[in-house]
């Protein structure tokens, strides 16, 4: 064959290729529909949220908040949370990711989930998970996935939990292994 006309059907095959993505990514279809951008972006944000009394319901702190404005919905990286119970001390509630739906009222927080306990509130209590849904209204916390808890001297695993941050109650749900090992 020619060099020409090996140059010539090379060139020609980049033309059609480059001019079907063109085309591909003007017409998107099914699974390509183009997202519409977050109407806003918080960085290096502080939100503190108060219940119908006018008393602290929680804050929150983060790098990046940005709310889709099609669902309402908003997502949060690296979320951390500051939850206070009824003595008004704080949960530290931290993962990867956060999501919160259009009424606001859960939050869905995702990777590398971890609650700890008011320091001031004995025995210190850390609760970590992969998801954990956070009900603000009422103060709690929930899941269905594999939960480890820990506090001094004692470890438990299991299935699903639900946590009452008011009451400092932490109850695993379903397939529960504990470990003591009493301090000396």
Same mark, same amino acid.
């Given at each position: 064959?020619?060099? =020409?006309?090996?140059?010539?059907? *090379? !060139?020609?095959?980049?033309? &059609?290729? /480059?001019?079907?993505?063109?085309? %591909?990514? +003007?017409?998107p279809g099914?699974?390509?529909?183009? =997202?519409?951008?977050?109407?806003? *972006? !918080?960085?290096?944000?502080? &939100?503190? /949220?108060?219940?119908?009394?006018? %008393?602290? +319901? ?8 940005q ?18 119970? %009824? ?98």
């Open positions: 064959m020619n060099w =020409r006309l090996t140059l010539t059907v *090379v !060139l020609l095959l980049g033309a &059609i290729a /480059s001019g079907w993505q063109v085309w %591909r990514m +003007s017409h099914g699974d390509d529909v183009l =997202r519409t951008r977050p109407d806003y *972006v !918080l960085r290096d944000y502080e &939100i503190t /949220s108060l219940d119908k009394q006018g %008393r602290e +319901s929680f804050t929150l702190r983060g790098p990046v908040l709310r889709d404005p099609a669902d309402k919905t908003m997502t949060l990286a690296t979320p951390r949370f500051q939850v206070p119970d %009824r003595s008004g001390r704080y949960w530290d509630v931290q993962a990867q990711q956060g999501f919160v739906p259009a009424d606001g009222n859960q939050l869905e927080l995702r990777g590398q989930v971890r609650a700890d306990s008011p320091p001031d509130a004995p025995p210190a209590t850390r609760i970590e998970t992969d998801r954990l849904t956070l009900d603000m209204r009422a103060n709690l916390a929930r899941t269905t996935e594999e939960v480890t808890v820990t506090r001094p001297g004692l470890t438990m695993r299991g299935l699903g939990l639900e946590a009452d941050f008011d009451r400092q109650q932490v109850s695993l749900l379903s397939q529960v292994h504990t470990r003591y090992v009493p301090s000396h």
